[in-house]
């Protein structure tokens, strides 16, 4: 069959803003599906050759080795701050960083939120999957009650560890904060939505429209001590209960769908 043809026919590849490297997150882990969703946004946006990616420090810490990229490790928590230099120096440029809930809810609490109160041209990849799962499981902020980790072993109780924060709530409060949304990666419906929402974080930036998050519910089936499908399930069952899906902060009129800044 001649080449042309071949190609006519592929309805499935890699993303020309991902390597050919190999995912190396555990299995069922689906930090791999939203590299690849932000990696096909760039690529429908032709952005890929003014994108920059920041990792910190957590499982996103091997994102700098997926995408085909500019990339840069930060120190941990510390990923808005780089961004924030980076996009004033280069404006024209695509910034975003990639951070578990370990990383931007924790030590990284005040520089998301001083990003957002700013109103930083940024976009946050919120990957919340309720636990520290690069350092062996331990008690995140996101932790829900009654989880055990291995700092929690008999649960997380309100009295002894306090209650989960609330992190898109909390952004959302911040006067340039120009979208915030919490969606999920657990099925091809909500990875599909959350494609949009890292598209449309992607468009508020490049339109100049502020700072926006977007949080993404994922799984951590081997900290969680679950099977990816009994991970899933647990999302559906307790997760969402606490951390409701939706949009808590809508983009503002004028922003285009093509990422430029409509008329007004």
């Not at 001649?2 to 592929?10: D, K, S, V």
């Not at 024209?92 to 041209?121: K, M, P, S, Y």
């Not at 109780?157 to 924060?165: C, L, Q, S």
């Not at 559906?236 to 009129?253: C, I, K, M, N």
């Amino acid at each position: 069959m001649p080449e042309t043809a071949t190609a006519e026919r592929r309805v499935f590849g890699r993303p020309q803003s991902l390597t050919d490297a190999p995912f190396t997150y555990c299995p069922g882990c689906t930090h791999g599906t939203i590299a690849r969703i932000a990696a096909e946004a760039i690529d429908e946006m032709g952005l890929s050759d003014r994108a920059l990616v920041i990792g910190s420090v957590g499982c996103s810490v091997w994102t700098y080795n997926f995408f085909n990229l500019d990339g840069i490790g930060a120190p941990h928590g510390r990923a808005p701050a780089m961004a924030t230099g980076i996009k004033r120096v280069h404006p024209e440029n695509l910034i975003f960083t990639i951070q578990g809930d370990g990383d931007l809810a924790a030590i990284g609490t005040a520089e998301v939120i001083h990003a957002a109160v700013r109103g930083e041209d940024i976009t946050c990849l919120f990957v919340n999957n309720g636990v520290f799962g690069m350092t062996q499981g331990q008690m995140a902020p996101t932790t829900l009650l009654g989880q055990v980790t291995t700092t929690s072993p008999q649960g997380r109780t309100a009295e002894r560890e306090g209650f989960p924060i609330p992190m898109s709530e909390m952004v959302a409060l911040c006067p340039g904060a120009a979208y915030v949304t919490r969606v999920a990666v657990i099925d091809p419906p909500t990875v599909r939505e959350a494609k949009r929402a890292i598209r449309t974080a992607f468009e508020c930036q490049m339109a100049g429209r502020g700072f926006s998050l977007v949080e993404l519910l994922s799984i951590c089936p081997t900290h969680w001590g679950k099977s990816p499908q009994e991970a899933v399930q647990r999302v559906r069952d307790e997760v969402l209960q606490v951390y409701p899906l939706g949009v808590l902060r809508s983009p503002p009129a004028g922003t285009s769908t093509d990422g430029t800044a409509a008329e007004e």
